[in-house]
């Protein structure tokens, strides 16, 4: 049985190797998810969202290969982050962070699977935050990525030099939240070898035009 991974079919997305930011096209793709907000080193509701989103995940791919059978590797976590003001990721105010966690499924996982694959997780873990996982479809189109390399309260400068420089020299604006593929398990990497994909949508500006 073959197994559909998308890091192999996305290598683009999930295994860049540029480390300053370059444009790549993001093509529509199916996750699961939940929402929250605050620092994700002290918050509860995000380590409960991480563990509820991996939970349906393993559920879901169990559940595909008994009822379909076809067979996926479990995608790497992966954020939306947001803020009233974006400068608080430079600044690293993590307080004053919003996210949506996701992991990455398959097209061709039914939206019936999912919801089933919530009910017996939610049966087998009885973990709160499986009610609050969403199913939500995604089509960035253009953004600006690099690879990060290193701790993730080092990606500030990066981040900066994609709002300070990187959009203005040419001629984009941002169209939608920081988005960040998390290649690396923080437990057992050190944290100078980190890997983290950067993603930023981003649209010719209108000025600029």
């Given amino acids: 049985m073959d197994r559909y991974d998308v890091k192999r079919d996305l290598k ?14 993001v093509p529509p793709q199916r996750f699961i998810a939940v929402d929250g907000r605050g620092d994700p080193n002290t918050s509860a509701a995000y380590a ?4 509820a989103l991996y939970s349906v995940a393993y559920t879901a791919k169990f559940a595909a290969k008994r009822t379909l059978g076809r ?16 400068r608080v990721f430079i600044t690293r ?16 996982v039914p939206d019936g699977l999912v919801e089933d694959a ?14 609050d996982v969403l199913r939500v479809d995604l089509h960035e189109g253009t953004g600006a990525q690099l690879l990060h390399i290193g701790p993730y309260d080092d990606e500030g400068p990066a981040l900066a030099r994609l ?5 203005a020299a040419n001629g984009l604006r941002m169209t ?9 398990d923080p437990r057992r990497t050190a944290p100078a070898r980190l890997k983290t994909v950067l993603r930023q949508p981003v649209a010719p500006d209108a000025q600029e035009a």
């Fill in 12 to 25: 683009h997305l999930y295994a860049p190797k540029n480390t300053d930011w370059a444009l790549v096209d």
């Fill in 48 to 51: 409960g969202a991480v563990e």
């Fill in 71 to 86: 067979d996926f590797v479990v995608a790497p976590l992966e954020g939306l982050w947001w803020a009233d003001d974006p």
């Fill in 93 to 108: 105010d993590k307080d004053a962070w919003r996210w949506r966690m996701l992991i990455c499924l398959p097209a061709w």
């Fill in 118 to 131: 919530k009910a017996a997780a939610q049966d087998k873990k009885g973990l709160p935050a499986i009610a």
């Fill in 163 to 167: 709002h300070d420089e990187y959009l």
């Fill in 176 to 184: 939608g939240h920081h988005h960040e593929v998390y290649l690396s």
